[in-house]
């Protein structure tokens, strides 16, 4: 059976046609596949279109004003800090950040430099109204005021403002009556003086020529004033008027040759100070050193001289007393205790005039027969002796054996006994004092010093005696306070001070402090 040829595909003997006919297909495909192509183009076209129709401010606005913005914020910075506050040319520093808040309102930098340049202003209203421009200080407010700073510290520069132009208004009237006053003479004697008005001028307007040339000349004035009471030894009221013409100007060109003028005075005060002294002119080297002490009060110098003055008048009043000249001896004493006399050498002097006027009085009894001078003579006598073995130099009063010498050197002053007893009882009463001393019995040590002082007022080991004995009751006080006895303690404190042993020294500052401590002592 014949098979049947296979079957061809159309147009397979037509090689050409079906090449035709597959480009045509191709071309159909291609054709419809960039119509849907060229669609989506066409839409995504129009989106990007409205897009950009939607953002076209806030593009033009990052691509044109950024850069300008970041500029202005610059220049009002530089402005601000070369203090350019304000300019009519817009070169300001509140004109430049109120630029870039024109062109954008959110922008924090430039309202934070309006706050700045705000405080600024106010800053420069108070420099201004400090200067005396009330002008410029009013200009300056007015601007811190457009840029809202607190009202609180606006208003208060404003308050000082006005006072000032009030005050300013009668500048004109002090002128004139500093200018009187100068003309007169009163230079520094009230409130309505040259001086102090001149300084009421300045007050309100610190570069007022009128009033600092008045100042000037009447400052010249004064301290020439100065010159000439330093040159009469008026030392205080030189340093007066020296320290009120510092107040008023402290670089007036004539002040230090003013201070020189006053140094020299003190050092010729000084000189007749000492010269009074050896002269035992007591009165006059008391108010020399006294008159330095006013002025310089630690000046080593004039303190010494004041010690070694106060020495020489508690000795001439013990010779008085000694001669019963009592009204000398009681001028004396006072003087000594108006130059600071420790309170045990005055006590010691009234104990010794007590007993020159106690002598007085038994020389001035009714006459006595020579048996009876001499029995009371021998029982003086006796008494000194036992007096003196039982350590009794000056206490206690009426038995002691100063006491007894007293009364024998009353009956028989020149009797050689009585001189005996008087030379035996000065090394003695310094042995006493060697003795207790060394055993640390201070009260009894305190006893035989003050006969001592009494028999020998001058003696050149008394103040190292004093030294010595103040340290010990420290030292013992110190010991005593370690064991509970405050008593003790505060009687040291207080026996070291008449001593001489001040708040100066270590130890009694130490003891001082410890008893302070436990508040014993008010601080």
């Not at 495909?29 to 060229?38: G, P």
């Not at 044109?64 to 070369?82: F, V, Y």
């Not at 009230?190 to 309100?204: C, I």
């Not at 009120?244 to 003028?261: C, I, K, N, T």
Request: glycine share 6%; hydrophobic share 45%; aromatic share 4%.
């Amino acid at each position: 059976m014949e098979r049947e040829p296979p079957h061809r595909s159309h147009g397979a003997a037509h090689p050409a046609l079906d090449r035709v006919r597959r480009e045509s297909r191709w071309w159909w495909l291609q054709a419809r596949h960039a119509r849907r192509v060229w669609r989506w183009a066409l839409l995504a076209a129009a989106a990007v279109f409205v897009l950009l129709v939607l953002v076209r401010k806030p593009l033009a606005d990052w691509f044109w004003d950024e850069p300008q913005i970041e500029q202005l914020l610059a220049e009002g910075d530089r402005a601000l800090s070369e203090g350019r506050l304000t300019a009519a040319d817009g070169s300001g520093a509140r004109e430049r950040y109120q630029a870039v808040l024109a062109l954008d309102g959110d922008r924090p930098q430039a309202r934070q430099g309006l706050a700045r340049t705000g405080a600024a202003a106010l800053q420069h209203s108070r420099e201004r109204l400090r200067a005396g421009d009330l002008d410029g200080c009013a200009q300056a407010l007015a601007l811190a005021r457009e840029l809202q700073v607190p009202r609180a510290e606006a208003d208060a520069v404003a308050q000082q403002l006005q006072a000032r132009r009030r005050a300013g208004a009668g500048i004109g009237a002090l002128l004139a009556q500093a200018r009187n006053a100068f003309a007169a003479g009163r230079l520094d004697d009230g409130d309505s003086s040259a001086l102090p008005l001149f300084q009421r001028v300045l007050a309100l307007q610190p570069d007022n020529l009128p009033a600092l040339e008045g100042r000037e000349d009447a400052l010249s004035d004064l301290l020439q004033q100065a010159r000439a009471q330093a040159a009469r030894g008026e030392l205080a009221t030189a340093a007066a008027i020296l320290q009120r013409a510092r107040q008023f100007d402290p670089g007036h060109s004539e002040l230090p040759a003013s201070q020189e003028a006053l140094a020299r005075a003190i050092d010729q005060r000084l000189q007749q100070g000492h010269r009074a002294l050896k002269r035992q002119q007591l009165e006059t080297a008391a108010d020399s050193f006294q008159a330095v002490l006013a002025v310089t009060a630690d000046d080593p110098t004039a303190l010494r001289g004041r010690e070694q003055t106060v020495q020489a008048l508690l000795a001439r009043s013990q010779k008085g007393a000694d001669d019963f000249q009592f009204e000398a001896a009681d001028k004396d004493a006072a003087l000594a205790a108006g130059l600071g006399a420790s309170q045990a050498a005055q006590q010691q002097l009234a104990q010794r005039l007590q007993r020159a006027r106690q002598a007085r009085q038994s020389l001035q009894q009714p006459g006595i027969s020579t048996a009876q001078r001499e029995r009371q003579l021998r029982d003086r006598l006796r008494q000194i002796d036992r007096a003196e073995r039982a350590g009794q130099w000056i206490s206690p009063p009426g038995h002691s054996a100063f006491d007894a010498l007293r009364e024998a050197q009353a009956l028989a002053p020149r009797d050689s006994r009585v001189k005996a007893a008087a030379a035996r009882l000065l090394p003695a009463s310094r042995s006493c004092f060697d003795d207790n001393l060394r055993q640390n019995r201070v009260q009894a040590a305190g006893a035989c010093l003050q006969a001592w002082q009494t028999l020998a007022p001058t003696a050149t080991g008394l103040p190292d005696s004093r030294a010595r004995l103040a340290q010990r009751w420290l030292a013992i006080g110190s010991e005593r306070l370690g064991r509970g006895d405050v008593a003790f303690a505060e009687r040291a404190l207080e026996q070291a001070s008449q001593l001489g042993a001040g708040p100066a020294t270590a130890e009694y500052q130490q003891l001082q402090e410890r008893l302070r401590d436990i508040g014993s002592v008010p601080p």
